[in-house]
């Protein structure tokens, strides 16, 4: 069972920087955490789970629009781990942040393995 535990969140002031990172475990057997693709989601209370950054197994990566240019996620596959920097953080950016993977995503956002989360508050 693929385990993720993230960290990094916490409360910063708008125009502030945080960077998450996500630790993972317990792959299929005979796979490893480079052959899984990777996002982060985030949920702010009264809204649905969005979308923020996810990155495939080459490398390749993708954003919602409203992180472009401010959101960097990226995996160091020699320690399992995801990241997403974070930088000119806007109060908007207020929310439960989750990491998720999947080996097969069936879908452009749909991810089968999900972390608690970590909350990341920024105050204007």
């Known amino acids: 069972q693929v385990q993720l535990q993230e960290s990094g969140g916490g409360s910063v002031q708008a125009g502030g920087s945080l960077r998450l990172s996500c630790a993972t475990s317990g792959f299929q057997y005979g796979y490893t955490y480079s052959n899984y693709y990777m996002a982060w989601f985030r949920q702010a209370p009264g809204k649905e789970r969005e979308g923020v950054a996810q990155i495939s197994t080459d490398g390749t990566t993708s954003y919602t629009n409203s992180v472009k240019g401010r959101f960097t996620i990226s995996r160091d596959n020699a320690k399992n781990t995801l990241y997403l920097q974070m930088n000119s953080l806007k109060p908007e950016d207020t929310a439960n942040y989750y990491c998720?993977?999947?080996?097969?995503?069936?879908?452009?956002?749909?991810?089968?393995?999900w972390g608690q989360g970590t909350q990341v508050t920024v105050s204007s």
């Open positions: 998720a993977a999947d080996r097969r995503p069936a879908g452009p956002w749909d991810f089968g393995y």
